[in-house]
């Protein structure tokens, strides 16, 4: 279900609604590095407690509590009431979507933004081998990222493409 740009939260301080890209629409709901921390600290190391996030990440609470109000808000965790009325914040199956993007993202991270060793290494729970993620063609399986190129999907308005600017071409 795609929610309408006019319904998001404003994450980033701005919206971007000119523009049409699932991207930017994705940005506004877990662009802001906390929200992602939290996302990562509850799909990699399950938790779900406000304190436990509040410690682990060293986040202040009334960010905490915003960021959270806001994933929940968004359907990609939810709240529930765990003894003693405190509440649990358990990621829901749009919140565990964003694995592969994450470990997309960590990849990223440990080849341009450290110089150091990874510090995560995915493996698969089946055999214990490094797990990644790949880009896939439906016809051709595994291929180079550098032979993807976007195309306007049944979603994109015609009249934004009429009015967006053509790549150079050198």
Known sequence: MQVPLSRIGVVLGKTYDRQICSIARALELVGERWTLLIVRDALFAGVTRFNDHQHNLGIA?????????????????????????????????????????????????????????????????????????????????????????PAPGPGMPTEYLANRRPRATS
């Open 61 to 149: 609470t009334n960010v905490l509590a915003t960021r959270l109000d806001g994933l929940v808000a968004h359907g990609i965790m939810q709240r529930q009431t765990a003894p003693p009325g405190q509440y649990e914040y358990v990621l829901t199956d749009k919140g565990r979507d964003l694995k592969p993007a994450l470990i997309a993202l960590t990849h990223w991270g440990d080849r341009w933004a450290t110089s150091d060793e990874p510090p995560i290494i995915y493996r698969h729970d089946g055999c214990g081998a490094p797990a990644r993620v790949e880009m896939v063609c439906d016809a051709h399986g595994r291929i180079d990222p550098a032979e993807v190129a």
